[in-house]
Every structure is written in C-alpha cells, then in structure tokens.
C-alpha cells in the first residue's frame, strides 16, 4: 500500500538521498563520485558546486554543444564517412546508459526528426551489431 511504501522511504533516507543528488554530493558509491543527472535540468544562472567548483557553466556549454550538433545532424551537414549525410544513431551503453536515452526516444517517438533513425546496444559485445 502507499503507506507502506511511504514508511519504507522514510526508514531508507530517501529524502536525503533526493537532496544529496541535488546537491552534488557523493551518491554513486560504485564509481566514488556524484551523479549529476539532475544538473542537465538546472536553468542558466543555477548554481552546483561538486568540491568546490561550479559544474553548471560547463553543463550548459556542453548542452549547447549537444543541441548544435543535433540541428547539424537534422539539417544534413554533418557527415559520416561515405561524406553522406548522418540518417542512424547508434548508442551504446549499459544499465540507465542504455535504458534511459531507449525510453526518452520511444516516449518522443512523436517529436522525432523523420531523417535520422535511432539504435541501441545494451553493451559491446559483437553478436548484438549484426542487427543494426
């Protein structure tokens, strides 16, 4: 039940977890650092330090990039090898890596530029590239 659930969050410090992530803190004990996701959502002007720096001016440098590289895809400008325009994307990652950019593209699948198709691989291992 929702009560349940809400007493289980309380007993395993969610709430401070959620700040901690916020925060920049240390969160990704496996890697020994934090996990910024959330920093790609904070507008222009927001704050996040991580030891002492502020992340956000190269977050939003590095978005700006993304979304330049994007507009260069969907216009057909930028290039692959053959010199023809980029019409496939593959991204390969692993755990949230994978999952993660899989469903955020399935759920625009209606926004989606028409020219460019989108591929994933779980991992990198060989058998799974004979399907692309």
Known sequence: TRDLLVSLAGEVGL??????????ELVNSSEGRPALHT??????????????????PDVHRVLNQMTELVGRIHDGLWRGYTEKPI????????????????LVSEALVAYAHKGVRCHYLANIDGSEFHEL
Do not use: C, W
């Open 39 to 56: 920093a790609l959502r904070r507008p222009v002007g927001d704050k996040l330090k991580v030891n002492g720096v502020d992340v956000m």
């Open 15 to 24: 709430k401070d977890a959620i700040k901690a992530q916020y925060d920049g």
């Open 87 to 102: 019409t496939d994307v593959v991204n390969i990652g692993i755990g949230g890596s994978f999952l993660g950019p899989e």
